[in-house]
């Protein structure tokens, strides 16, 4: 079967075009008009940012993004309530992209309550309606995606907060080239026999660990987990290097016994510290003797920054194929309207 047969059989929602438009996204945040006139007269002595899944992995990624940049603590929240130490010099950037999340709303509340210089980025829904009753600066976001088809926008819009306030320097020259990587990649990853399309297949009938690097390709590592997780319907692990080889290196002693199909896919760049590149060496050594078949993944472009947004893009895109190489709906997340109508 052609790709487009694929498409159209198991893809509802189109997610295919949504995936090669995903620059628009780029471009629509970064030209998007923000005020945060309100914010530049608090002392900023800290960062949060809250949000569940695609409205917190744009986070994740920032942390990894702006590694050399960052000089405040930046602290990413997956909860219903903020950190002790959020204060009034705390800024807190609500990320939801339906402006529903029941967690968000929780911490948004408690925002409010004490004192933090607080900015949303949402398409509306509760976050709006407070953010509106209580003057709060909102950045407001293209309605339409599923929050992990919509990573260009809440990403972008996240650095876009952070520049505008001084926070980081201009980063107009980064966010153009990783317009026009995706603009192009979005091309080749929908043409037969590209990389994304030989890496699915590759994928098809393991369950995948991933292993990144910690502090610079954590988020890359994770959002491709996540991705396999909501886009293939398939159970994926995570986990970093150096981290790892303090634990769970000793769990693939037993591998030989089959206990599970799986396949290590290791995240790799040109940055990492040398032990960590021999860290990753060693450890596809010992699991390939158990027989543990591996899949080295790295970007080729000559920017970290564009590198790890090259990385995110492809991966969206490997997940997309193993959704329908395995018959499975990119778009439908059954389980989870189940939990949030239960939760309600």
Not at 221 to 239: D, M, P
Not at 250 to 271: H, P, T, Y
């Amino acid at each position: 079967m052609k790709i487009s047969d694929f498409v159209s059989k198991y893809d509802s929602q189109n997610q295919f075009q949504v995936l090669k438009d995903s620059y628009k996204q780029i471009e629509f945040a970064w030209n998007n008009t923000i005020d945060v006139e309100k914010l530049l007269t608090k002392k900023i002595r800290n960062i949060i940012v809250s949000g569940l899944g695609g409205s917190a992995i744009s986070a994740d990624l920032m942390q990894n993004f702006l590694k050399d940049e960052l000089t405040l603590p930046f602290f990413v929240n997956r909860n219903y309530q903020l950190p002790n130490f959020a204060d009034k010099n705390t800024l807190l950037i609500i990320s939801s992209y339906s402006g529903n999340t029941e967690e968000t709303v929780s911490v948004l509340e408690e925002g409010i309550r004490k004192e933090c210089g607080i900015i949303c980025i949402s398409t509306g829904g509760k976050v709006e309606e407070i953010a509106l009753k209580k003057k709060i600066p909102l950045v407001k976001m293209q309605t339409g995606f599923q929050p992990r088809y919509a990573l260009g926008l809440s990403f972008f819009s996240l650095l876009k907060v952070l520049t505008e306030l001084g926070i980081v320097p201009g980063q107009n020259d980064e966010v153009d080239k990783i317009k026009n990587l995706w603009r192009k990649k979005g091309e080749d990853y929908s043409r037969e026999g590209n990389i994304a399309v030989n890496c699915a297949e590759q994928l098809i009938g393991f369950i995948p660990v991933i292993y990144s690097a910690a502090d610079i390709t954590y988020a890359a590592g994770y959002r491709f987990k996540c991705q396999l997780n909501e886009n293939s319907k398939l159970h994926a692990f995570h986990n970093v290097i150096p981290e790892l080889n303090h634990n769970e290196i000793i769990g693939w002693e037993s591998f030989a016994d089959k206990q599970f199909n799986a396949k290590l896919i290791n995240v790799l760049d040109e940055s990492y510290h040398p032990q960590v590149k021999k860290r990753f060496e060693i450890t596809t050594e010992l699991t390939s003797k158990k027989g543990l078949e591996y899949l080295n993944i790295e970007s080729e472009e000559s920017d970290f920054k564009v590198r790890l947004l090259d990385l995110i893009y492809l991966f969206d895109w490997i997940t997309y194929y193993v959704a329908v190489f395995r018959g499975y709906d990119p778009s439908e997340i059954d389980n989870i309207h189940t939990l949030k109508e239960r939760l309600s």
